[in-house]
């Protein structure tokens, strides 16, 4: 049995940080928001979606190449991964996310968006889809 309570998604890249939200039930997973991840106010804002939403879980993308090997934005994941810790006990965990910018890229443009107007959507859409990825590994435990 899933505890109950909210869950949320960070998908973190070097420009945006799209956030998606559960609710308490985990049935519907929800775009949040969109941060600045080079914002100087980053850690403090995170804090308080945190202190707002409560969250059982926290997940963050697990970005690896198409060959399962880390790269570059891994790293930088683990500094992000990092970075929450100080903000909060909350156990943090990395969900690969290979497919999601991709398949919420392809989603959005067939929903008739460009990509220039829907960047912050499609990080929020991406976020979205980790937690949702997240939400069913967690189902079968």
Do not use: C, H, W
């Not at 500094?79 to 890229?105: C, H, K, N, W, Y």
């Not at 107007?117 to 991406?126: C, G, L, P, Q, V």
Request: charged share 25%; proline share 4%; glycine share 6%.
């Amino acid at each position: 049995m899933m505890q109950r309570g909210r869950r949320i998604a960070f998908d973190y890249g070097d420009v945006r940080i799209g956030v998606a939200v559960s609710d308490p039930d985990s049935i519907l997973s929800s775009p949040l928001t969109t941060l600045k991840a080079t914002d100087k106010t980053l850690s403090s804002q995170i804090s308080q979606i945190i202190t707002e939403i409560e969250p059982v879980a926290i997940y963050v993308g697990r970005p690896s190449l198409l060959s399962g090997n880390d790269g570059v934005a891994t790293e930088k994941v683990t500094e992000f991964v990092a970075l929450l810790g100080t903000i909060t006990q909350i156990p943090v965990e990395l969900i690969d996310e290979r497919m999601s910018t991709i398949s919420a890229a392809r989603n959005l443009r067939d929903a008739g968006r460009s990509a220039k107007e829907s960047k912050d959507a499609i990080d929020m859409a991406a976020a979205v889809a980790i937690l949702e990825f997240a939400i069913e590994i967690e189902k079968r435990r």
